[in-house]
């Protein structure tokens, strides 16, 4: 008797303890199934922006901003670069990309095929900078030529030295950094300089982390690299500043930043863009208030995050670009260096 | 007397026994000082880590409403509520898969599936998986949850891929730990005549409970640390809401490595903070399995 009532009882704490954590998990399930609920709806009041990495700032800026006038407004901003962003904006899982250079005819044709109509924004202005270490006192400025053979496909593993470049310059050897070659710094650089987007020498070290391209050359005395004009600004005493020739074979930089506001800083001066979905525009007017606030507002917080107004009159044009609806990209075929007020 | 000392073939003869006990010795000490080294070699990564990051992301860590506000674009305002949100979520969502699916798996290879050749073919291919980089698993995601079953780049997206991730190391740990159980304990329950299932239930899983929290500890410290799996899922990297289970989401390792990529300097100490965070978050939910562990083993 007394074993079967000592067997009983130990079961029974056996029994229930098990239980416990099972219950708890029950619940849980049950709870996130009712969090589930209206996804539709749910679907309808967010506003998702993916794309470029040189334009995130900015548009997180806004989603900042908007948050604090609207905060029921559900707006996510991710980065996965130009290219990661468009593709996610043609297969329709997104409402707005941001791109640091134009839409080509590849995508465009992808986007075609899912039935997405687009409307193109220019929203701030960018420069490429183009950087050497501290310790390099001889490139004050380099020819668009110059860039060239440092950079064209054909120099991979031959021009592995300065005086290649220029025979003024020392005999030392020419280490490159750059940005990796999804990005649209990259596809925008290699169109102004070797005149064809993505035709570039392979032979130099690529990240997508343009911080780390500042550390490399920071830390290597003969490099040379290009970044967004930001990360320059934000390491001015790391880093020299190279000029670059314009067409008239002025040397210019890019800052003071009106250079690049008047494109006298061309052709390594860009537009960055917002590709809004014509649908999602549409049928969404989450999607419309948020575009329409970007538009209206996003030109005061563009230098806080290290990047330069349009002009004016710019704006201007773009609010209309937007009433009108008018789809399609302008600048695609632009070349690089042209000013966008011209092509508005 | 013979019974304790068990025949050995090898042993050498008495005389040629020298006892040279001082030799011996010395060895053991060498090894015990460099078990000691191998130790120290753990702990030092593991506390320079702690430093650096303490030191670049406490005073950040500190600012009112880290914890509680939604991102800024400046690096010394805002918060990181909406990744510490989705990456407790995504915790707490794998745990809450992978631990049924999981157990079960284990508990039918261990004690229902017959002993063939194809049950250890299963078990190396199980092994396998947990080798697997987890941006494979991120592709699969994608393409199953993304596309097929029309998630799209959503909380349950993420929580289910990070789930496969899991899953094979605690199929793996589990398994040990069912199998662990002494088969004395079985056979003593199926003498009072209990079924196989009564036997599993009572007496093989509370014995199996601190072995396979191990498991799960291991696999969600791992799932939430995971960056590449989100980054192909489509995590962002700045949201304004709390994620929902069907919402788009942000992920503390996303956050940290959405922070490094920033050109201003300051979002280094906040990416440190942000690790703070996550480490805190980790030992949370693993402080939480360790006391279940406990409460489990001592029952036995």
């Known amino acids: ?344 | 007397m013979t019974n304790l000392i068990s025949p050995n073939d090898f042993q050498k003869p008495a005389e040629e026994f020298t006892p040279d006990v001082e030799k011996r010795e010395k060895i053991g000490k060498i090894f015990e000082l460099l078990f000691l080294i191998a130790l120290y070699v753990g702990l030092v990564v593991l506390a320079l880590l702690l430093i650096v990051v303490l030191k670049d992301g406490f005073f950040r860590l500190t600012t009112p409403g880290f914890l509680t506000e939604t991102p800024s674009r400046f690096p010394d305002q805002g918060g990181i509520r909406p990744a510490i949100l989705g990456s407790f979520f995504l915790g707490l969502l794998v745990i809450v898969i992978t631990v049924p699916i999981g157990v079960g798996a284990a508990l039918y290879l261990e004690e229902y599936a017959p002993k063939t050749w194809w049950g250890n073919l299963i078990e190396i291919n199980i092994s396998n998986l947990a080798g697997v980089p987890s941006i494979v698993y991120g592709l699969l995601g994608l393409g199953v949850f993304n596309y097929f079953l029309g998630f799209g780049s959503t909380l349950i997206s993420g929580a289910l891929t990070l789930s496969l991730l899991s899953l094979p190391i605690i199929i793996v740990t589990a398994r040990e730990a069912v199998r662990a159980v002494p088969n004395s304990l079985r056979e003593a329950s199926y003498g009072l005549g209990t079924t196989k299932w009564q036997t599993i239930w009572n007496h093989v899983l509370p014995y199996a409970i601190p072995g396979i929290l191990t498991g799960v500890i291991l696999s969600v410290a791992r799932a939430l640390g995971d960056a590449a799996s989100l980054i192909v899922i489509g995590a962002v990297s700045f949201l304004t809401f709390n994620p929902g289970l069907f919402q788009r989401f942000m992920a503390l390792p996303i956050l940290i490595y959405n922070y490094i990529t920033r050109p201003e300097p300051g979002f280094a100490n906040a990416a440190a903070a942000a690790i703070i965070v996550l480490l805190l978050l980790i030992l949370v939910l693993n402080g939480a399995a360790i006391y279940i562990r406990q409460r489990f083993s001592s029952f036995k």
């Open chain 1, 1 to 344: 008797m007394s074993i079967k009532q000592e067997m009983s009882q130990s079961e029974s704490t056996f029994d229930k303890t098990p239980l416990k954590p099972l219950c708890l998990l029950m619940s849980l399930m049950l709870l996130s199934g009712v969090t589930a609920c209206s996804r539709a709806q749910q679907e309808q009041s967010q506003v998702s922006v993916d794309g470029a990495a040189v334009g995130f700032p900015i548009s997180l800026a806004v989603a900042e901003e908007y948050h604090k006038v609207q905060p029921e407004a559900q707006v996510s901003v991710a980065s996965s670069g130009t290219g990661g962003g468009i593709s996610k904006f043609c297969a329709g899982e997104i409402d707005i990309a941001d791109a640091s250079r134009p839409i080509t005819d590849v995508e465009i044709a992808t986007c075609k095929k899912k039935g997405i109509a687009f409307i193109e924004l220019p929203i701030a202005l960018d420069g490429i900078a183009v950087i050497t270490n501290r310790a390099n006192n001889f490139t004050q400025c380099l020819s668009i030529k110059e860039l060239k053979k440092i950079w064209s496909s054909k120099s991979t593993n031959k021009v592995t030295n300065w005086n290649q470049v220029n025979s003024n310059f020392p005999n030392q050897r020419l280490k490159l950094y750059g940005p990796a070659s999804d990005t649209g710094t990259f596809d925008y650089f290699t169109r102004a300089v070797n005149g064809k987007a993505k035709a570039s020498r392979t032979d130099y070290t690529p990240s997508h982390n343009e911080n780390i391209l500042v550390q490399g050359v920071a830390g290597d005395k003969t490099a040379l690299g290009y970044v967004g004009l930001s990360y320059y600004l934000q390491n001015r005493n790391k880093l020299n500043l190279v000029a670059v020739k314009d067409p008239k074979g002025q040397c210019q930089k890019p800052v003071p930043i009106e250079n690049i506001v008047k494109n006298i800083y061309a052709p390594m001066s860009r537009p960055l863009f917002i590709y809004i979905s014509k649908k999602s525009l549409d049928t969404k007017p989450s999607v419309r208030k948020f575009v329409n606030y970007y538009l209206e507002n996003s030109h005061k917080w563009v230098d806080q995050v290290g990047y330069v107004e349009l002009p004016q009159e710019a704006y201007n044009k773009i609010k209309q670009m937007l009433v009108s609806g008018e789809t399609g990209s302008r600048f695609k075929s632009v070349k690089p260096g042209q000013p966008i007020t011209k092509v508005l």
